[in-house]
């Protein structure tokens, strides 16, 4: 049996709803195993919404509608399926009832209007909404044809879909083997690049190895169909182990890992600390830092040294160096991170200072220039320098640049060698 | 000319990534008046991709397609098409070169992979995409029938569809009437309690007023169909002005102005700096305010006190106080924005101390509580009391956190009154 999804509603044709419908749909379908190939959008238009149930009869045995299903005249979904099959609808007794409970309870009369949501197609199953008016149905219009409607408002369809669709997915014997994955995740190497060095993955049948990037990360998610997580385990674990061998330093962690939860992870290990001096990015490290609950085990605080003046009177950044190399050098970026690991008394220092752009930059030093100062536990200080690409946007640059500055931490903290 | 969206792509079908492509996309073809009755969306599988163009041909003149663009071998949305149309693909020596040449400025390699993308079939035009590696194309494979293509990559694609593809179609004589939006911004008020002051507004038909609430920022959005911005203007500007004045000092801005760029002018206006010293947002107000080009005229810099070692020794916060009042505390806060506004040298200083969570809240101290001090440029301090909700989750904390903090400031800047 293959699903498909289809959404109803003109208001997602305008663009003025997101369509998160959907995302929960298919990632249910995905864990219980359930194959889709196809979503549809549709507007509150009968003709076309025929025109594509047709469509999608004739590729998928379990049509999942969302949407439609309201009290005011522009609500047609149940109808116009009921029509489309040639069978009447209905008035159930039970859901007027239920309706007309419901608004007694908010204190208010039923409208006429609402008796529509109680016409169900002859020989379909109310499918209930405990939270809202409008339910939907189960349905089989013809053999080998299951049809489920829900409602477009996502907290309700949600509700809907755990309590009644997924037990009769289940009792149709569904979700016995379910999708596990396990995301691999780099960084410093491009997507392009990693994909060459592990492709003959990409054949694989069972499990799969599919490759995303975004924000200057890559993933590899390595995925099977297994009756249990222990049985999954046993086909991912190897292809995983070959594959973190494959990519070597750029691996960084896997599944909800982000380089700031393994860094911190690293640095309470090794029961270190760390503060940040920053200046393009403007404190965005530290946010990025401190976003993991915990946090504060390990990350001290820091210095948005944004102005030069905060550069030489609180990190202690030498004038004449500054006037000399500039504040995007190398020499300012050591002295950066020098100076806040001193005066906040931790094992690391780590700065950032670049032009994020759009405007500052020169021929010398473009948009997108970014020094990165490292100092350690010892006392040692190094600057690693990146060039992350003039025609990139202030927003991609300042969150590359925080990044970047994670995952020298990282490779530092694991004794790795770091490119800059 | 009627439209249809085509997004491509397995991580869809899998839902793993939230398809907001088709929502962008769908307003951009509302704002243009270019009708679209369909959405699909489909896995990256040549055969149900040839399906879904076969479909999409007959009902439609001009077919957008996302994602399926990039490097890798399950990208094949480009020499699907061509191939569905049986037109040969051809390199275009200019990708290949802009490729390389994007590859150098970031100091890599470029890898075979690649080539692959700049494969377009033949008497297509490309669609160039200037932040990434993978363009796009403009084709008409057969007359009435245009097609155009993008990588999924949100930011690329936006920037390719305001670039090239809007004046492409308007060329065409699409957008000769165009919906013109004008959106009132503000914060310190509910979506339901500025609902209420402005419900009469509602039943417009022309201008239409609409309500949007997210991340604790109230918008009303006033739209009208005109041929011209001047013509829209005229109907709009009554109308938002009356919203104006009937919300008071909860308004704060219009259209692409936040908080951060109208605290930013305001400072810009009264020749003003600032300074933060931020303990539960780790940076985060300062990663805000730099977040808007040419901060640097009036944003000095700050202080990340995250460990209290911080607040007493960087900023000068009283250890006795500390003990007795807890961090996340009236005296605190107000030690913290002083001391941070002497340190820097800046006319504001601005702090925030609360508690993000999800642990670390007390009977006394929930989750939620967040304190911000104001040292402002007379040399007086005052400090204002937050309940942000302990079932609230920590991101959302933190960045109302830095909102409030931000509205305190333009506030005080505009001489206004602020709720604690």
């Known amino acids: 049996m293959t699903a498909e999804i289809i959404c109803v509603?003109?208001?997602?044709?305008?663009?003025?709803?997101l369509?998160?419908?959907?995302?929960?749909?298919?990632?249910?379908?995905?864990?219980?195993?359930?194959?889709?190939?196809?979503?549809?959008?549709?507007?509150?238009?009968p003709t076309r919404l025929k025109e594509i149930v047709a469509i999608a009869c004739d590729r998928a045995e379990l049509l999942i509608f969302t949407g439609g299903l309201g009290p005011t005249p522009d609500d047609l979904t149940t109808e116009t399926i009921a029509e489309f099959f040639g069978v009447p609808l209905v008035e159930d007794p039970n859901v007027i009832e239920d309706i007309a409970h419901k608004f007694a309870q908010r204190g208010r009369e039923m409208s006429a209007n609402n008796r529509k949501q109680a016409l169900i197609p002859q020989g379909a199953t109310v499918?209930?909404?405990?939270?809202?008016?409008?339910p939907g149905i189960i349905w089989q219009p013809r053999p080998n044809l299951t049809i489920l409607t829900f409602p477009g408002v996502p907290s309700e369809m949600y509700r809907m879909w755990q309590e009644t669709a997924?037990?009769?997915?289940?009792?149709?014997?569904?979700?016995?083997?379910?999708?596990?994955?396990?995301?691999?995740?780099?960084w410093g190497i491009g997507e392009s690049a990693l994909a060459e060095k592990v492709a003959p993955f990409f054949h694989l049948t069972?499990?799969?190895?599919?490759?995303?990037?975004?924000?200057?990360?890559v993933r590899l998610r390595v995925s099977t169909r297994a009756a249990s997580q222990a049985e999954a385990q046993e086909l991912i674990?190897?292809?995983?182990?070959?594959?973190?061998?494959?990519?070597?330093?750029?691996?960084?962690?896997?599944?909800?890992?982000?380089?700031?939860?393994?860094?911190?992870?690293?640095?309470?290990?090794?029961?270190?600390?760390?503060?940040?001096?920053e200046s393009c990015t403007g404190g965005g490290l530290g946010s990025i830092l401190t976003n993991i609950p915990g946090s504060s085990e390990y990350f001290l605080g820091g210095v948005i040294s944004y102005?030069?003046?905060?550069?030489?009177?609180?990190?202690?950044?030498?004038?004449?160096k500054l006037a000399e190399?500039?504040?995007?050098?190398?020499?300012?970026?050591q002295q950066m991170a020098t100076g806040v690991r001193s005066l906040l008394g931790s094992n690391w220092g780590i700065s950032i200072t670049g032009i994020a752009g759009p405007d500052g930059g020169t021929e010398a030093k473009p948009v997108g220039l970014v020094y990165i100062g490292l100092a350690k536990p010892d006392g040692n200080v190094e600057s690693f320098k990146y060039q992350l690409g003039k025609e990139r946007s202030r927003d991609l640059i300042r969150h590359l640049s925080a990044c970047y500055a994670l995952d020298i931490l990282r490779r530092s903290l694991e004794g790795l060698g770091i490119r800059g």
């Open 166 to 186: 997924v037990p009769y997915l289940k009792s149709l014997g569904w979700g016995k083997t379910m999708i596990y994955s396990h995301t691999l995740r780099f």
């Open 9 to 17: 509603g003109t208001e997602i044709l305008l663009g003025e709803i």
């Open 325 to 333: 190399f500039g504040a995007v050098s190398e020499t300012v970026a």
């Open 307 to 320: 102005h030069n003046s905060v550069k030489t009177a609180v990190l202690g950044v030498t004038e004449s």
């Open 237 to 277: 674990q190897p292809v995983a182990a070959q594959l973190i061998e494959i990519a070597g330093a750029d691996y960084f962690g896997a599944n909800t890992d982000t380089l700031a939860s393994v860094v911190g992870q690293l640095l309470k290990d090794a029961n270190q600390t760390v503060s940040v001096a």
């Open 127 to 134: 499918l209930p909404n405990p939270t809202g008016t409008a």
């Open 206 to 217: 069972n499990p799969t190895v599919a490759p995303y990037a975004s924000g200057g990360e």
């Open 19 to 45: 369509n998160s419908n959907s995302q929960y749909l298919a990632r249910e379908l995905a864990e219980l195993g359930i194959p889709h190939y196809y979503q549809t959008v549709v507007g509150d238009n």
